[in-house]
């Protein structure tokens, strides 16, 4: 079965800090991780994908098999990342899995 | 990016009737297409998965003879919610892709409310 846990539905931080949103996935095969960002009044985009390895707006995340882990990191926050972020896994079928998503606020 | 619109982006039905949510890829073929629910700050739970020219995938729990889906073209997917009841109102949103491990893109989604 594919699952996906982001532990915290609320994230909150000042501008300029560093935020790490927290995404744990549970499948026995290879999975492809991917981020999604709902901005306010906004449908849901791909923010990035594990395995292009890239870095959007300044975010990145890693893929650590070992731990089942694919946290989404950015050194320094800004306002308009204000948005809510679901970490997303597919696995050999061709469905898409959601977590419950974190709501990040970046504070003045 | 691609385009996905969801048409309508909202609809007020009375109970008992049913209602159509149309999803159509504006510039690429999807071959693939995911309806979701979600419930008020809730996750997007997936209903089920169709692949142009066969039946849906429905996921568990969910009623294939309530939630109805099409997707009779490459360029649009129907889902009809049949005898719609208080409970089934919610945000629909559809996804599509045009091929296995592509990038998803997302309609707006549609809210349903039943009085």
């Known amino acids: 079965a594919q699952r996906v846990t982001q532990p915290e539905k609320l994230l909150s931080v000042f501008k300029g800090a560093p935020v790490e949103l927290k995404c744990n996935y549970s499948?026995?095969?290879?999975?492809?991780l991917f981020w999604y960002v709902q901005y306010s009044r906004q449908r849901l985009q791909l923010l990035l994908r594990?395995?292009s390895r890239e870095s959007i707006k300044g975010f990145t995340a890693d893929l650590n098999k070992g731990e089942t882990s694919f946290h989404l990191k950015k050194p320094f926050a800004q306002e308009e990342d204000s948005a809510m972020y679901y970490c997303?896994?597919?696995?050999?079928?061709?469905?898409?899995?959601f977590g419950k998503g974190t709501k990040l606020t970046v504070n003045p | 990016g691609a385009v996905v619109s969801q048409h309508p982006s909202r609809v007020i039905c009375k109970s008992g009737t049913s209602v159509k949510i149309e999803c159509r890829s504006l510039?690429?073929?999807?071959?693939?297409m995911f309806w979701y629910r979600q419930f008020p700050k809730q996750s997007l739970m997936l209903m089920a998965t169709?692949?142009?020219?066969?039946?849906?995938?429905?996921e568990q729990g969910v009623e294939k003879d309530k939630f109805l889906i099409n997707h009779a073209s490459l360029t649009l997917s129907t889902l009809t919610v049949t005898s719609a009841h208080p409970e089934d109102s919610s945000f629909y949103i559809c996804?599509?892709?045009?091929?296995?491990?592509?990038?998803?893109?997302f309609g707006q989604g549609t809210r349903l409310t039943v009085v």
């Open positions: 996804s599509a892709r045009d091929g296995g491990f592509t990038e998803a893109f």
């Open positions: 499948y026995s095969g290879s999975p492809e």
């Open positions: 594990h395995i």
């Open positions: 997303a896994l597919q696995g050999g079928s061709e469905k898409l899995v």
């Open positions: 510039d690429f073929q999807a071959t693939t």
């Open positions: 169709s692949n142009e020219g066969s039946k849906a995938t429905y």
